[in-house]
């Protein structure tokens, strides 16, 4: 396999150097090249079952490091700025609320309501995972929901529909900003 062009070698010449030097050629985009060892190790894993190869050799190939700039997490001193910005019972604090002490992600903040209230639980279907939560209700958070509105979802538009997971995001990072919070923090605080 001295030459580039790998698409005309059988899959069973490709040994674990060559997977190495095809990811090392994107480098620059560890992201893109992580994303093609992946490909690679699905290709290669069909190409063992249907007895194409003996070893997979993209199985024990490294991924490479990604330098993520990650998101912050709000200190307690940030959470007492949007708190003091934004009163009780009003949508803002009780988006912070149910974020904070729920711990769910927007997309599963967005479709809570009341009929998701079991006594003092919320029942959660994650959107993403699928997974059923039954969450404790936090003292504050059950004052947040108490000046929620009756019908529909605790967060909504001004018009009163329920917030898409971006339409919120991009209302809360406005009472962020609102309240003299600094880009990069977390939705999840």
């Given amino acids: ?5 790998w698409s005309a070698y059988p899959v069973s010449d490709f040994r ?6 095809f990811v090392s050629k994107l480098s620059d985009r560890p992201s893109a090249a992580n994303h093609w060892l992946k490909l690679f190790r699905l290709l290669f894993d069909h190409a063992v ?8 050799p993209a199985k024990d190939v490294k991924r490479l490091r990604e330098k993520a700039e990650g998101v912050e997490s709000w200190t307690d001193e940030q959470i007492e700025q949007f708190e003091a910005r934004w009163p009780v019972g009003s949508q803002p604090r009780r988006a912070l609320s149910l974020l904070l002490y729920t ?3 927007r997309s599963d903040v967005v479709r809570m309501g ?3 209230v079991r ?3 919320i029942e959660v279907q994650q959107q993403k995972t699928g997974a059923r939560l039954l969450i404790p209700i936090h003292p504050f958070l059950h004052v947040e929901i108490a000046a929620a509105p009756e019908a529909g979802t605790f ?3 001004p018009s009163g529909n329920a917030y898409t997971p971006n339409g919120f995001y991009m209302r809360f990072k406005d009472w962020r900003e609102a309240a003299g919070l600094p880009d990069g923090l ?4």
């Fill in 49 to 56: 079952e249907d007895g194409w190869c003996e070893v997979n």
């Fill in 119 to 121: 006594g003092d639980l």
């Fill in 155 to 157: 967060l909504q538009t």
């Fill in 103 to 105: 711990g769910q992600r």
């Fill in 186 to 189: 977390s939705l999840t605080a």
């Fill in 1 to 5: 396999m001295q030459r580039e062009g």
């Fill in 114 to 116: 009341r009929v998701h």
């Fill in 16 to 21: 674990q150097p060559h997977i190495r030097k």
